[in-house]
């Protein structure tokens, strides 16, 4: 493939609810660019775009993939994403690098939740976009029925630029409507075409009074217009056609090289200079300063590490050496690739505004910035969505154990909408994901890539247990085995601390009952009693231990001999001091659309929650709570499902609180189990 220069050049991310067609879409677009002489399927495993095994087997994208074609004097990168939600974190990095979104509905199923968030997406980023109608040719599909929904959902900007010329199983093709005036559909054609000129005629000023004086727009004012028109983000055309039986994809590519900006258009881009922190414009010139963004990382089977990046400016070349302004660091480039799904052909060199790859990369990650030393620029990292759904990770076998840490690694690398840390009270690992799939696929991945396997579980509860009561402790540890014997005497008094301060410990001996040289015994045997309460088995705290009194051998009396009488002396006394269980609370965050925040909150009220306040924001309720943790494990599922995966929310730490009785008699029946 040869090289563009950017205003040729267009970066096109496909989005959709699940099951609309972006794969099928993006098969059928290679295929008429004569990428690709058969077309596959979804169904038959055998896509360019979905190769990686876990999309296979389970027929859906998982992974976002670029697809570059070449289409009457025009570059166009093809990304295509997953629309199931658990792996919006490929979509981000998707929009992260694209000039121009086309939004895939199907005309069966229309705008669904998938749709609505996919277009938020875009909004948020200010995407220029095209509309795709696909499955036009299935039962029931409505073309007209879809246009009404997406007009109500997103406004009127929304114009059909083509109408399908029959439907269902005699659709035949679409009209254009700005040349459509003699077809099938003239009779239909006219006020469609009339609201679209009126569209395109709002949206520049200078056609408006030409509009408005009753002078003819000519074809070439109208698609010029319409262009500005959809840059500017005025208007979003429909287009209609089946991805499947590749009807009408060459409409639509004509209209993404037509309509749809370059990066040229698409203008300058903002940087930071790393040592002055001062924001630079970056402008897309191929003879420019180099700045370039990593916006994917994967594990390749040949090449290793694989990285993608886009060149927002200057030019990037194989066997070249560049600053990594994000980590402070020189990095080695080595041969330069243009990847389409899986496959990846050598390239010299990757021009301003377009995307490559390159393998082995040793310092770079997702979201880093590669430039020249001279002049280091750093362009902000890929917001990532936060983790919503936690799992325990235990490896199956004792190799696995080894191996699990180093694995876990490198998959929070690939996908940094995973996250991965220890538990330090209850020993476990956590992998967090946004869904059960995502960490599936994860653990999957793992196994499969990197040959470690291992079992998902719902965490443990970090419960800790602490005492209500004041009371006091002896314990004397006296032993006589021949020659030097044991010998350790400590009177404690353990009194409970207000919630969150842990613990403490007090020497107050006085008169060299105890000296001093053994009293750090006695508080490493508390300590490590601490650890084992007598509740439930979980770790003592909010407490204070005083050391008051004791006595001592001059001969037999030793540090192990303190230790040991002083971790006695507390488990002997604990169980006397009323204790208690304490469950970890959280605040919780929850974004629900208005219909739902009933369920959502009698839901809340059903998990012992605390609920704090609520507040509208933009058609949706904020609401805020507390709520145990052991209630929380499986939220992200339950409710997605309450929320017909409209809601979200996040979660913190806030503090300890004591379990209710009913609830502490189950844990310490399972405890003794």
């Not at 630029?161 to 005699?170: A, C, M, T, W």
């Not at 922190?277 to 963004?293: D, Y």
Request: charged content about 25%; hydrophobic content about 35%; some cysteine.
């Amino acid at each position: 493939m040869r090289d563009y220069r950017a205003e040729n050049i267009r970066n096109v991310v496909l989005l959709s609810h699940t099951g609309a067609g972006k794969t099928s879409l993006a098969e059928a677009s290679l295929y008429d660019c004569g990428v690709i002489t058969r077309l596959g399927r979804v169904d038959d495993g055998n896509t360019t775009s979905d190769y990686d095994l876990d999309e296979i087997r389970r027929q859906s994208s998982i992974n976002l993939s670029v697809l570059p074609l070449e289409w009457k004097g025009s570059k166009v990168n093809i990304i295509d994403t997953p629309g199931y939600a658990d792996f919006i974190g490929e979509v981000r990095a998707a929009l992260r690098v694209a000039d121009a979104a086309v939004i895939v509905v199907c005309a069966v199923s229309g705008v669904e939740v998938g749709t609505e968030q996919v277009w938020s997406y875009s909004d948020e980023v200010g995407l220029p976009r095209l509309i795709f109608v696909n499955k036009i040719d299935r039962e029931h599909a409505d073309f007209y029925k879809t246009v009404a929904q997406i007009q109500a959902k997103f406004g009127r900007k929304c114009i059909p630029l083509q109408l399908p010329i029959g439907s269902q199983d005699s659709f035949a093709g679409a009209v254009d409507l700005l040349t459509g005036t003699s077809s099938p559909l003239e009779g239909e054609v006219e006020p469609f075409r009339e609201r679209l000129v009126e569209a395109v005629a709002e949206a520049d000023d200078d056609l408006a009074t030409k509009y408005l004086e009753g002078e003819e727009l000519t074809e070439d004012e109208l698609r010029s217009g319409l262009r500005a028109g959809v840059i500017s983000g005025a208007i979003a055309p429909i287009l209609v056609g089946t991805a499947l039986n590749n009807k009408g994809i060459s409409e639509l590519l004509d209209a993404i090289c037509q309509y749809l900006p370059s990066p040229k258009d698409r203008g300058k881009i903002m940087a930071q200079d790393p040592n002055t922190e001062q924001e630079v414009a970056i402008e897309p010139e191929e003879e420019g300063p180099l700045s370039v963004f990593v916006f994917k990382t994967s594990a390749d089977p040949y090449v290793g590490k694989l990285s993608y990046f886009r060149v927002y400016s200057g030019t990037l070349r194989s066997d070249s050496n560049v600053w990594n302004a994000s980590k402070g660091r020189a990095e080695r480039i080595g041969q330069l690739y243009t990847i389409r799904g899986k496959a990846q052909e050598p390239t010299a060199q990757v021009s301003a505004g377009d995307l490559g790859a390159v393998g082995k990369l040793a310092e770079t990650g997702t979201g880093d910035t590669l430039c020249t030393q001279a002049r280091p620029l750093a362009f902000a990292p890929i917001s990532f969505p936060i983790p919503s759904l936690s799992v325990a990770v235990h490896p199956k076998t004792k190799a696995d154990v080894d191996k699990l840490g180093t694995a876990l690694s490198r998959l929070s690398e690939e996908d940094p909408s995973l996250s991965v840390r220890r538990e330090p009270d209850t020993g476990e690992i956590i992998l967090c994901g946004l869904g059960e799939a995502h960490l599936e696929v994860a653990v999957e991945r793992m196994r499969r890539k990197l040959g470690v396997d291992a079992d998902l579980e719902l965490p443990k509860i970090p419960y800790k247990e602490t005492i209500t009561t004041t009371t006091k402790a002896e314990y004397k540890h006296k032993k006589q085995t021949g020659g030097h014997g044991q010998y350790g005497h400590v009177f404690l008094e353990l009194e409970p601390l207000s919630r969150g301060t842990g613990y403490e410990f007090a020497d107050k001996v006085v008169g060299g009952a105890i000296p001093k040289n053994y009293i750090p015994g006695v508080e490493k045997g508390v300590h490590e009693a601490l650890q084992e309460g007598v509740v439930a088995g979980y770790p003592v705290v909010d407490i204070k231990i005083t050391l008051y009194d004791g006595s001592y051998h001059p001969v037999d009396s030793s540090d192990i001999s303190f230790k040991i009488a002083g971790a006695h002396a507390l488990r002997k006394r604990v169980a006397q001091a009323q204790p208690v269980l304490l469950e970890p609370v959280m605040n919780v965050r929850i974004t629900t659309p208005e219909d739902f925040t009933g369920d959502v909150i009698g839901d809340l009220n059903g998990k012992r929650a605390r609920i704090l306040g609520m507040n509208p924001q933009n058609g949706s309720n904020l609401v805020e709570a507390q709520v145990p943790l052991s209630e929380m494990l499986r939220y992200a599922t339950e409710l997605r499902s309450m929320t017909q995966a409209r809601g979200s929310f996040t979660m913190e730490f806030s503090h300890y609180e004591e379990v209710p009785p009913q609830i502490t008699q189950r844990i310490i029946a399972e405890f003794k189990k």
